[in-house]
């Protein structure tokens, strides 16, 4: 079973980074691709970044390409978010999910594919 718990949050500068983790208590991290969202104040959840099982696929926003880089490390059983020149429009809560299927290729951007959430952590970008 998976179960998905995000780190890393928190209160930066406008141009700063921040990095953030999600890590898998369960035993079959390896076999699903992963997906980084985030929810704004008002505003619906939007896919940020996803990875696919063997990390041989990788698909962004338009806003963080450039910015952001996903990552994982499957001996850690954890994925990575890392976030510079932060924008304010990057608050939001972020949560990391994992696909409902495994061995997924390529990475997916699509909400419907993910099916096990973390709880969310904050980041506050300010101005």
């Known amino acids: 079973q998976v179960q998905l718990v995000e780190s890393g949050g928190g209160l930066v500068q406008a141009g700063g980074s921040l990095k953030l983790s999600c890590a898998d208590s369960?035993?079959?991290?390896?076999?699903?691709?992963m997906g980084w969202f985030r929810q704004a104040p008002g505003k619906e959840r939007e896919f940020v970044a996803g990875?696919?099982?063997?990390?041989?696929?990788?698909v962004y926003t338009d806003s963080v390409k450039g910015r952001f880089t996903i990552s994982r490390d499957n001996a850690k059983n954890t994925v990575y978010l890392q976030m510079n020149n932060l924008k304010p429009e990057d608050t939001a809560v972020y949560y990391c999910a994992a696909d409902r299927l495994q061995f997924r290729n390529p990475a997916t951007s699509q909400n419907y594919d993910y099916r096990y959430w973390g709880q969310g952590i904050q980041v506050t970008v300010s101005a």
């Open positions: 990875i696919s099982w063997t990390a041989g696929s990788k």
């Open positions: 369960g035993n079959t991290f390896s076999r699903y691709g």
